[in-house]
């Protein structure tokens, strides 16, 4: 009995005797009973008591038996928060180490990508993954304003789209050392929660319960919500929390109907409002306050706010004079029975800054090391002020009649005292960009942080002159994504609440909500409308605007935001970058490479302008001039990955092999998950030939992304080369399973059921292909060939002339069409098409095999003898290929009749080599891709 009285009684008793017995009874439950219930939100206004509830139920599921994990506004991301709840649950016994180990390279990989300041510029040109086409429909903020991601617009053509996603994962693969690296700065939740939810069940299966307090919602919340809706339903991860677990979230604000609507038979709903005069009077008995006009004071001067009730009962007043005068401030009743003047001033100072930490105490109150020792540790003391580890913050029930206090009585006080504080943290961020050299600024999260108290404070001590500053650096925030700039939006509203500077507090709201409702997109429209931003601030604003929209695939409205930028601006080198990006994403690699070669000459040592110019020359064909920027590039940034790997799909192109294969082994040195390299070096090995080492980079690029729809169709094709056609399939079905717009996967998967004996899907794919893409050459072929096969030379001529058209230099096309022509029996046109190919190919087997039916069936067998000699003898265009010669038979079946005599001499080599070879019977292949 004594324990159970010492435990109702203990210290921290606050009464909510209903929200408590209802939190014990679910503990109670079973959780397949369908009483029992998986989250509990309290919410109410600050002050009513959020926290010590919150406390109060933690210990009550500790008496349950439970294990507790208690996170709060100190967490700032969906990471932190993993990494609390396992070193919460780490020091109950449960070790979380596989997470413990990938937050740990989280962390570090994000801190190099922020600080080499790489963003979505690198591209990989081969197709989209589909991964990336849900990323964009998404919005990487919009779920949650995840960390370190950019909102993302309206979806409009999800392929382009998905481009220019896949463009951030490769600008990120240039520097980071593996995709999971990547995935890992881009989207660290979705590679850290299946691993929590793993170890956090393997908890659960040793302890009745676990339960995780997710407290100051209203503010953690803001990444959290979307994922814990997510881990609570199984809906994205693979998985969902183990089935005993009990979340309980407090905030001020209700939970969002739209997110929790559906699952309200499954959480218990906690609103709070002020004590009740029971629930008052119980807490201020347990503190000793007892007499009744002690007590009457105090539920009268605190309105039943439970801060203000623990604050005011916490001296124990004895009389009602002790509680204050009934005119006094707030202010006046926390301090009241703090007879030391200097702690009194001490604590109002403090209220000036947001968070406290050792520095800013020092900047604040000016006194010896050892005093401000002692008075710190005494503030940390205080029932109004939340101890966070490395720093403390007041109440905000507490602080904001603090400073209204301060400024009333003040005002030139307050704007002196608020300069000293910016001028400190101004000193503070000066000497981190020393440090850090010229990227260490809006790349680096803790200058972020520094710039960013120095904004408030000059907000508080003069708001008309610091708000323009001030919106001018929410600009370069919005270039860092949506989490620099709704932390940039927020301080305007607390400095203009704070200092109630009415323009201030209405450009936070105003910038609030419109983050909220279109990104830094719509946070840009509204500066560009509203600020007074000078030129180059407005050139500033459309180049981040521009870049943001060219990131949700919107490259129309991004190149016209661009225009308008380099108009305002024409020497900033940055939103030339900007505008090449999206004129190459939109497909016009000519007017990317103008806009590269006006920013190489505004900064002329740049390495990566250059090395992407050089793969944009690249991507047009002007291999001189690609090879030129990339040697460039090289030399200004030898650790550039991207660089290397670009000029030797350059150097593949131009056959230079060996060459190829040494830069490409170069940049995967310097990273060896880069998967874009490892597909291109698969093309220098099949070029090599080397099928089984080009499987092998594409089996390892396929498991690095297992996501892009054209990694599986490279491999598709590779293994479809190799007359594996069976796993060819299988790789096609998967990337068009990725991406159903992606033509080349269906077409080559209609060439695999072709060669598998299936011409109904082979035709189906095939159609398709060109239904997405109709001026697609290599599909057109391939389907000329399947109605060849099918014995309709009709539509065989029709596809291969539409191919002709589309590509009239190709003598692979043209030979193709001449075999059509002959299947209609229209020789002497099939020997015009033929001799065309020939004049562009002289050494083409297929064309000379082709020509040589023709010639026998107009009746000039002699010449239709001379080119199957000159395709099958020694030197010929076919002596070294056994696909040639096999080719040769179906011409030779027609030569039959007159095989003796003069033919049959001539013939005999060739029919030798063809038993050695093997026989195909059937039309002949169509050129390959």
Same mark, same amino acid.
């Given at each position: ?24 009874? $679910? ?77 740990? =390279? ?9 600080? %080499?300041?790489?963003? =979505? ?63 890992? *700065? ?8 299946? /691993? ?8 659960? !299966? ?9 407290? =100051? ?26 089935? $005993?677990?009990?979340? *309980? ?58 801060? +203000? ?34 702690? #009194? ?21 000016? &006194? ?31 602080? !904001? ?58 907000? &508080? ?30 301080? +305007? ?155 030797? !799909? ?14 490409? $082994? ?17 093309? /220098?090995?099949? %070029? ?31 293994? #479809? ?47 398709? !292909?060109?239904?997405? $893409? ?6 057109? &072929? ?7 096969? @099918? ?28 075999? %059509? ?21 002289? #050494?083409?087997?297929?064309?000379? &095999? ?19 000699? #000159? ?35 001539? @013939? ?22």
């Amino acid at each position: 009995m004594a324990d159970l009285i010492r435990r109702r009684t203990r210290a921290g008793f606050v009464g909510r005797g209903a929200e408590r017995a209802a939190f014990r009874h $679910n503990l109670g439950l079973s959780p397949r009973d369908e009483r029992h219930r998986f989250l509990f939100h309290v919410h109410g206004n600050a002050g009513v008591g959020k926290t010590f509830l919150v406390r109060e139920l933690e210990q009550v599921a500790q008496e349950c038996g439970a294990h507790t994990v208690y996170v709060d506004e100190a967490a700032g991301s969906v990471p932190e928060a993993m990494a609390v709840i396992s070193a919460h649950l780490g020091r109950q016994g449960h070790r979380f180490r596989d997470l413990d180990r990938m937050l740990v =390279t989280h962390r570090e990989r994000r801190h190099e990508a922020e600080a %080499a300041s790489v963003a =979505t510029q690198e591209p990989d040109q081969d197709g989209p993954s589909t991964a990336s086409v849900l990323a964009a429909r998404a919005g990487l903020a919009g779920i949650g304003l995840l960390p370190g991601a950019g909102a993302l617009t309206q979806i409009v053509d999800p392929e382009r789209l998905a481009e220019g996603a896949d463009r951030v994962r490769a600008g990120l693969s240039a520097r980071l050392r593996s995709q999971d690296d990547v995935q890992l *700065v881009l989207s660290p939740e979705s590679v850290l929660t299946p /691993v929590l939810l793993r170890e956090l069940a393997e908890a659960a !299966a040793t302890v009745p319960w676990i339960v995780l307090f997710l407290d =100051t919602y209203e503010r953690t919340g803001a990444f959290l919500d979307a994922w814990l809706r997510q881990v609570t339903t199984g809906d994205r991860y693979g998985g969902a929390l183990p089935g $005993n677990v009990v979340v *309980v979230t407090a905030g001020q604000h209700p939970a969002d109907p739209g997110r929790w609507g559906g699952l309200a038979d499954f959480v218990v709903d906690m609103p709070l409002g002020p004590f009740t005069e029971t629930e008052a009077r119980g807490l201020l008995a347990d503190r000793g306050v007892v007499a009744e006009p002690v007590v009457d004071e105090v539920l009268r001067l605190s309105g039943g706010l439970p801060v +203000l009730v623990s604050t005011l009962a916490e001296s124990r007043p004895a009389d009602p004079a002790d509680v204050g005068d009934p005119s006094s401030t707030a202010v006046e009743r926390f301090l009241k029975w703090e007879p030391d003047p200097v702690r #009194r001033a001490t604590a109002l100072a403090c209220a000036l800054p947001r968070r406290l930490d050792a520095d800013v105490f020092r900047a604040v109150v000016d &006194c010896g090391e050892e005093e401000a020792a002692g008075l710190f540790a005494w503030l940390r003391g205080l029932p109004f002020v939340s101890d966070r580890g490395d720093r403390v913050q007041y109440h905000d029930v507490v602080r !904001a009649p603090m400073l209204r206090l301060q400024r009333h009585h003040s005002p030139r006080g307050w704007a002196r005292r608020h300069s000293r504080l910016a001028a400190e943290f101004g000193r503070w961020r000066e000497e981190a960009e020393a440090a850090a050299g010229a990227d260490g600024t809006w790349a680096d999260e803790a200058w972020r942080a520094l710039r960013l108290a120095e904004s408030y404070h000059l907000l &508080c001590a003069a708001p008309r002159s610091a708000l323009p500053v001030v919106l001018r650096d929410l600009v370069d925030a919005c270039g860092r994504g949506d989490m620099p700039a709704l932390r940039w939006a927020q301080v +305007l509203a607390d400095a203009g609440q704070d200092t109630d500077a009415p323009a201030v507090a209405d450009w936070g709201r105003e910038l609030l909500a419109a983050l909220a409702d279109g990104g830094v997109v719509e946070v840009l429209g509204r500066l560009l409308s509203r600020a007074e931003l000078d030129a180059s601030g407005r050139a500033a604003a459309r180049t981040v605007r521009g870049d943001a929209l060219r990131d949700g695939g919107a490259y129309e409205r991004a190149l016209a935001e661009l225009d308008q930028a380099v108009a305002l601006d024409p020497g900033l080198a940055r939103a030339r970058c900007a505008r090449a990006l999206a004129h190459a994403e939109s497909g016009d690699h000519t007017a990317a490479v103008r806009d590269l070669d006006r920013a190489h000459e505004l900064a002329p040592d740049d390495a990566r302008t250059i090395s992407l110019r050089g793969e944009y020359h690249r991507i047009l064909g002007h291999h001189a001039q690609a090879v030129a920027d990339l040697d460039r590039g090289i030399e200004l940034d030898p650790a550039r990955d991207f660089a290397w790997a670009s000029r030797g !799909a350059t150097y593949s192109r131009l056959g230079r092999y060996e060459e190829a294969l040494a830069d490409l $082994n170069r940049a995967l040195e310097i990273n060896p998950d880069y998967a874009w390299a490892l597909a291109r070096r698969a093309r /220098v090995r099949r %070029a090599l030939g080397q099928p089984r080492l080009q499987l092998a980079d594409l089996d390892r690029a396929v498991a690095l992304k297992p996501e892009s729809a054209w990694m599986a169709c490279e491999r598709g094709d590779a293994l #479809r080369g190799a007359g594996r056609h069976e796993d060819a399939v299988a790789d096609y079905d998967h990337a068009v399973g990725l991406d159903a717009g992606y033509a080349s996967a269906y077409a080559s998967r209609g060439v695999s059921h072709r060669e598998l004996g299936r011409p109904g899907p082979a035709l189906a794919d095939l159609d398709r !292909a060109l239904a997405l $893409n109709p001026g697609y050459p290599w599909a057109l &072929c391939q389907r000329s060939d399947l109605h060849s096969r @099918l014995g309709d030379p009709a539509r065989a001529l029709a596809d291969a002339s539409r191919a002709v058209e589309l590509r009239p230099g190709d003598a692979g096309i043209r030979t193709l069409r001449g075999r %059509a022509l002959c299947g209609l029996g229209r020789y002497a046109d099939a020997r015009r098409e033929l001799d065309l190919a020939l004049e562009l190919d002289p #050494r083409s087997p297929e064309a000379l &095999c082709v020509r040589a039916r023709a010639l026998f069936e107009l009746g000039l067998p002699d010449e239709a003898l001379a080119d199957v000699g #000159r395709a099958a003898g020694p030197d010929g265009p076919a002596a070294a290929s056994a696909g040639a010669l096999v080719r040769l038979a179906d011409v030779v079946d027609e030569l039959a009749p007159w095989r003796s005599g003069r033919a049959g001499g001539a @013939l005999a080599p060739l029919l030798s080599r063809l038993s050695a070879a093997g026989r195909r019977t059937g039309p002949s292949p169509a050129p390959s891709e």
